[in-house]
Nanobody, 125 residues
Framework: QVHLVESGGGSVQPGGSLRISCSVT????????GAWFRQAPGKGREDVAV???????WVVQSLRDRFTISQNNAKNTLYLQMNSLRPEDTAMYYC???????????????????WGQGTQVTVSS
């Protein structure tokens, strides 16, 4: 059974940085796609970033200059490094995973069936 647990969220001042993590278990010897999504108060959940087993990554264009997705395959852990944080980055951040298939990793929450509970990131002075 696949299980995802996020950690590392918290409060940070505007301009600050934060790295959140996601421990992924249940994909023994199976390549998987990892992703981050976020949901701000009163808004729908939106794409943030996706990464495949080889480390090929994609970050939504609006965040590309500030956010980086990475992974530690040995530890089955996903990371999202967030720099120059802004109040509008305040959201619940979710990690998600799915088995990687031929054609690579899709973008879009509808393609991911395994989700964590989320970690709150608040950017405020």
């Amino acid at each position: 059974q696949v299980h995802l647990v996020e950690s590392g969220g918290g409060s940070v001042q505007p301009g600050g940085s934060l790295r959140i993590s996601c421990s992924v278990t249940g994909y023994s010897n199976i390549r998987f796609c990892g992703a981050w999504f976020r949901q701000a108060p009163g808004k729908g959940r939106e794409d943030v970033a996706v990464i495949d087993n080889k480390g090929n990554s994609w970050v939504v264009q609006s965040l590309r200059d500030r956010f980086t997705i990475s992974q530690n395959n040995a530890k089955n852990t996903l990371y999202l490094q967030m720099n120059s944080l802004r109040p509008e980055d305040t959201a619940m951040y979710y990690c998600a995973a799915r088995e990687e298939q031929v054609g690579g990793c899709p973008k879009g929450q509808e393609f991911f069936g395994n989700w964590g509970q989320g970690t709150q990131v608040t950017v405020s002075s």
